[in-house]
Antibody, heavy 118, light 108 residues
Framework: EVQLVESGGGLVKPGGSLRLSCVASGFTFSSYSMNWVRQAPGKGLEWVSFISSTSSYIYYADSVKGRFTISRDNAKNSLYLQMSSLRAEDTAVYYC???????????WGQGALVTVSS | SYVLTQPPSVSVAPGQTARITCGGNNIGSKSVHWYQQKPGQAPVLVVYDDSDRPSGIPERFSGSNSGNTATLTISRVEAGDEADYYCQVWDSSSDQVVFGGGTKLTVL
């Protein structure tokens, strides 16, 4: 069974930093591209970042470019999102999601809540 | 950047057919994916690559894509289908995943 479990969410002050982790199981993690997607309270889905299976290709949404860094450790079956210079508008539930091969997101984690507030 | 436009809401009676549209410039040339999200839950992929269904998704869910509009069709709608639905594509010109704004499906 495919499982994605996020951790690392919490309350952080504006301008602060936070690192999210996503541990994968039930599939060959090193063979799949991965994504981070976020959802602000009461709002729609917003894609954040993509990383290919070998980290050769990395893409970001314009809203986070230069502030967030996606990475992965295939030996640990883990995906990461390092977030810095956080703003109130970054407050959201952050999901990690597997790329199904068509740039579709076929499996999602349960999400980690990040709250940016003073 | 590429924009996907969905109606904010669609209402349908149980047993009827719901159609949720997703508009985008020449979207017919892209591969469209659809997600269902119920309150407090993570999204679930219900249609990928325009019209394919992941395993476990009922045949009542189907998709089509042509011209400037992609459509998610839910036949014989049930109360349990009430949820938010999002369309999504990959924009190769900007190397970004793009989501539509979402459509709230209400089962009357």
């Amino acid at each position: 069974e495919v499982q994605l479990v996020e951790s690392g969410g919490g309350l952080v002050k504006p301008g602060g930093s936070l690192r999210l982790s996503c541990v994968a199981s039930g599939f060959t993690f090193s063979s799949y591209s991965m994504n981070w997607v976020r959802q602000a309270p009461g709002k729609g889905l917003e894609w954040v970042s993509f990383i290919s299976s070998t980290s050769s290709y990395i893409y970001y949404a314009d809203s986070v470019k230069g502030r967030f860094t996606i990475s992965r450790d295939n030996a640990k079956n883990s995906l990461y999102l390092q977030m810095s210079s956080l703003r109130a508008e970054d407050t959201a539930v952050y999901y990690c999601a597997r790329d199904g091969g068509y740039y579709d997101l076929d499996y999602w984690g349960q999400g980690a809540l990040v709250t940016v507030s003073s | 950047s590429y924009v996907l436009t969905q109606p904010p809401s669609v209402s349908v009676a149980p047993g009827q057919t719901a159609r949720i549209t997703c508009g985008g410039n020449n979207i017919g040339s892209k591969s469209v994916h659809w997600y269902q999200q119920k309150p407090g839950q993570a999204p679930v992929l219900v249609v990928y690559d325009d019209s394919d269904r992941p395993s476990g998704i009922p045949e009542r869910f189907s998709g089509s894509n042509s011209g400037n509009t992609a459509t998610l069709t839910i036949s014989r709608v049930e109360a349990g289908d009430e949820a938010d639905y999002y369309c999504q594509v990959w924009d190769s010109s900007s190397d970004q995943v793009v989501f539509g704004g979402g459509t709230k499906l209400t089962v009357l």
